[in-house]
């Protein structure tokens, strides 16, 4: 299985595409889309939907994974990455991709066992899963790697039939 992890956000969209077969995991490619903050806004999500549609035609994943979005203290933060995220999902939708959605509490439990891992620890084994030399950067990118790994566990699991 061929699994797109996204980390979703309008600056930075960290994302890693990951092959899952046998209880092996392997990273095929992951980076970042960036917008600057001088960018129209409108334009900052054609970028994001754009190389989104790029990342998918390249990698070809079976489904993508994204983190559900959690709200803090500034409203406007939050309004903007729901509609940087609906674009990314919006990306998904149109080349039939499969979506499936993790907590940050869910994607550290799937990771390190312990759903108050420190962030921290969860690069580590990200970087340890994957067989890579260094942590991935940003930790947008290494984030939307740890989300695919996530995916590759849940995906396994007897709670991923239950609806």
Known sequence: ????????????????????????????????????????????????????????????????????????????????????????LLAAKKNNLPIFEYTPLQVKQALVGYGRAEKKQVQEMTKSLLNLSVTPKPDDTADALAIAICHAHASGSIMNLIK
């Open 1 to 88: 299985m061929i699994i797109l992890g996204i980390d979703p956000g309008y600056a930075i969209v960290g994302y890693g595409v990951i092959h899952y077969e046998k209880n092996k995991f392997s990273a095929i490619g992951f980076g970042a889309i960036t917008t600057p903050p001088t960018m129209e806004w409108t334009s900052r999500l054609e970028t994001i939907y754009d190389d989104l549609n790029s990342i998918i035609s390249k990698y070809s994943p079976d489904v993508m994974a994204i983190e559900k979005l959690f709200y803090n203290n500034n409203a406007k933060t939050v309004v903007d990455v729901c509609q940087a995220r609906g674009v990314t």
